[in-house]
């Protein structure tokens, strides 16, 4: 079985539409797991506000950010 590194490297080697699917999978994926709301590596507040600021988008309520502008609010986290 492939390591995470393995299958990060594969991942970022797809065309963007097959990696934007798959990083929608897997969003969907944590927002439906009782599991990952149960993991204390993951923060269910922050689960919570990203699908309803998800929500908010689907529904044209507000605008996406860049992600320059995104990394400015969240003082880079996540950077890596």
Do not use: Y
């Not at 990696?19 to 797991?33: D, F, G, I, P």
């Not at 269910?44 to 320059?68: I, M, T, Y």
Request: hydrophobic fraction near 35%; charged fraction near 40%.
């Amino acid at each position: 079985m492939a390591n995470i590194t393995q299958i990060e490297r594969e991942l970022l080697g797809l065309p963007a539409a097959e990696r934007e699917r798959l990083a929608l999978r897997a969003w969907e994926s944590l927002v439906e797991s009782e599991e990952a709301a149960s993991d204390p590596n993951i923060d269910p507040d922050g689960l919570e506000l990203a699908n309803e600021r998800d929500k908010e988008l689907e529904r044209g309520e507000v605008d996406a950010v860049e992600e320059k502008e995104f990394r400015r609010w969240t003082g880079g986290m996540n950077e890596g």
